[in-house]
């Protein structure tokens, strides 16, 4: 799905351009630096899990192993190990929603900031990631263990709403 989110930006970008100047006006290094940073957010998110393991709480059974893994250079075997432990990580550093409203802010704040193609790829596509993450999750109490209170069910959907907005904003300024 994010990559169908990157894939609509590029048509719009491409049609926009092409009905501006032609084949000749089009943006090609430029979209392709938006895709690469888009890739480079998107997998950005996955190191959560790694810092976790490494950092975060180093002596959980599943990131020791995971450490060991890495200490005999085995890396396929300690990222394989890292994806299937990765539902029993509960306080990921970037997985929580203070960290997602952050990111899409300033995903925002790129966009229209900022002429690097890349960095807002970058911004967008781990905003993006982790708002679909969001999303998705089944347990969505597990992304505010940073406040020390409860959030309701109504507290958690504006969150969302607001979050998803922030994301709409970022990823209609990349299609300009």
């Not at 894939?7 to 690469?36: M, S």
């Not at 263990?145 to 959030?151: G, N």
């Amino acid at each position: 799905m994010p990559f169908g989110v990157l894939g609509l930006v590029l048509a719009v970008r491409v049609v926009r351009e092409y009905l501006g100047a032609g084949w000749a006006g089009l943006n090609y290094v430029g979209n392709i630096w938006l895709a690469v940073g888009w890739g480079m957010g998107y997998w950005l998110a996955d190191i959560d899990h790694l810092f976790y393991a490494l950092v975060c709480n180093p002596q959980e059974l599943s990131c020791m192993r995971v450490r060991n893994e890495l200490a005999n250079h085995r890396w396929r075997s300690a990222w394989q190990m890292l994806k299937s432990s990765a539902g029993e990580r509960t306080r990921m550093p970037v997985r929580n929603v203070l960290t997602g409203l952050i990111v899409a802010v300033m995903a925002v704040w790129v966009v229209t900031s900022s002429g690097s193609t890349i960095a807002s790829g970058v911004a967008v596509g781990l905003s993006v990631r982790l708002l679909l993450e969001f999303w998705q999750a089944s347990d969505w109490k597990k992304w505010y263990w940073l406040f020390a209170r409860e959030f309701s069910s109504k507290e958690n959907t504006l969150v969302k709403w607001v979050w998803t907005l922030l994301v709409v904003v970022a990823v209609a300024g990349l299609a300009r």
